[in-house]
């Protein structure tokens, strides 16, 4: 089993800045990836940022230039730093993770942290 931690979000002013991180554990061999996605009340969920085991980083055109993804192989956690936030980056963040479990391929999602930007 895997499990993943998130760590931040929170209510934050815009061109305000918040740190979230996700630390995954359990039965993991590989890490081939792992990224953050997001929901928006009433949007689909959408892609943030993805980091791939070599280091490839991939973005929402909408995040380009202010969020920063980022991981710890080590530790076997992701984060992402996000600066001059916006009111249309509300949304609830959801940690994943691409891993060999030994056995499988698989994705697993955490439970999601709430990022408000409101005056």
């Known amino acids: 089993q895997v499990q993943l931690v998130e760590v931040g979000g929170g209510l934050v002013q815009p061109g305000g800045s918040l740190n979230l991180s996700c630390a995954a554990s359990?039965?993991?061999?590989?890490?081939?990836?792992m990224g953050w996605y997001r929901q928006a009340p009433g949007k689909q969920r959408e892609l943030v940022a993805t980091?791939?085991?070599?280091?490839?980083?991939n973005y929402a055109d909408s995040v380009k230039g202010r969020f920063t993804i980022s991981r710890d192989n080590a530790k076997k956690t992701v984060y992402l730093q996000m600066v001059s936030l916006k009111p249309e980056d509300t949304a609830v963040y959801h940690c994943?993770?691409?891993?060999?479990?030994?056995?499988?391929?698989?994705?697993?999602w955490g439970q999601g942290t709430q990022v408000t930007v409101s005056s």
């Open positions: 980091i791939t085991s070599g280091g490839s980083r």
């Open positions: 994943y993770v691409d891993i060999y479990s030994g056995k499988y391929r698989e994705d697993y």
């Open positions: 359990g039965s993991i061999v590989i890490v081939y990836a």
